[in-house]
């Protein structure tokens, strides 16, 4: 058994990084199938390029994959939890989709941006575990999945702080996901489907969710960042935790393990 690792760049428009605690023999067999996971489900909830989401949208429905219907049912799961910040179509707002039985109605050009990456983070991590792993940590593009014994040590940088810092708070992921969204990188880029516009300025420089999986952490950290404490009970609803960076330092939610020296 022996801990080994990869990492691809242009992975969903980003990059993907794989650590796996494997025999050997299995480790060849192990990130071609991480790969080819990825790759397969990009091929159907990807936005950017020709995918079963862009025909759905295109066609107006019709009868998605059990993956894509999985991502559908999730979205408008969280849309109705978070009060509408988390949206399957954030440009739009209001009603974008309605499932009935096996089909899918499509009323908007939908978005799955903010829920995908998680979502195929884990199914990467579960793709590991059956072609051999023993545990496994996937890395897509920030969004973290991991599966099996023991616990990886999770630094969340602080957004104020310079690019060698030391991390601002260390998570313990055991089996679960973590996602970070905030101003850091990308500036004020989230929308806020509420409102149908930019989000306002913000109390919140960065929220960071953990999660029993990676989609729910990536669905609730755009959720949390917009809600701001609010957004902690709809964590609790869920069996997350989360913490809000404000300019004057971080703020745990109240069931939240870790912290600076954790």
């Given amino acids: 058994m022996g801990r080994y ?13 794989v650590q796996v605690l494997a025999p050997p023999w299995r480790v060849r067999r192990v990130f071609p199938a991480v790969v080819q996971e990825v790759v397969r489900l990009e091929g159907l909830l ?10 759905l949208v295109r066609q107006g429905g019709g009868r998605p994959s059990p993956e894509v219907r999985e991502v559908l049912a999730w979205a408008l ?12 179509a954030p440009r739009h707002g209001g009603e974008a989709l309605r499932l009935h039985g096996e089909e899918v109605e499509v009323l908007v ?17 579960q793709a590991a575990i059956q072609a051999g792993a023993r545990a496994v940590l996937v890395n897509l593009g920030g969004d973290l999945a991991r599966r099996g014994p023991g616990q990886a040590e999770v630094g ?30 990308k500036g004020l880029h989230l929308l806020d489907p509420r409102r149908k516009a930019p989000a306002s300025p913000p109390t919140a420089l960065q929220a960071t969710v953990i999660a029993p999986s990676a989609l729910l952490a990536d669905g609730l950290t ?10 902690f009970s709809v964590l609790r609803g869920f069996g997350a935790e989360g913490i809000l960076f404000t300019p004057d330092g971080p703020v745990p939610s109240p069931g939240l393990r870790g912290g600076k020296d954790a």
Avoid: C, M
């Fill in 5 to 17: 690792g990869a990492r691809w760049e242009g992975i969903l428009g980003s990059f993907l990084e």
């Fill in 46 to 55: 990807s936005r950017h390029r020709d995918s079963e989401l862009t025909r």
């Fill in 77 to 88: 799961r969280l849309q109705e939890a978070t009060g509408g910040a988390f949206h399957p």
């Fill in 109 to 125: 050009p939908l978005d799955l941006d903010g829920l995908a990456k998680g979502y195929i983070a884990d199914r990467a991590a």
């Fill in 156 to 185: 969340v940088e602080d957004p104020q702080g310079p690019d060698n810092a030391k991390p601002a708070w260390i998570l313990s992921l055991r089996e679960g996901g973590v996602a970070t969204s905030g101003l850091r990188h």
């Fill in 222 to 231: 755009k959720a949390l960042f917009l809600l701001g404490k609010e957004g």
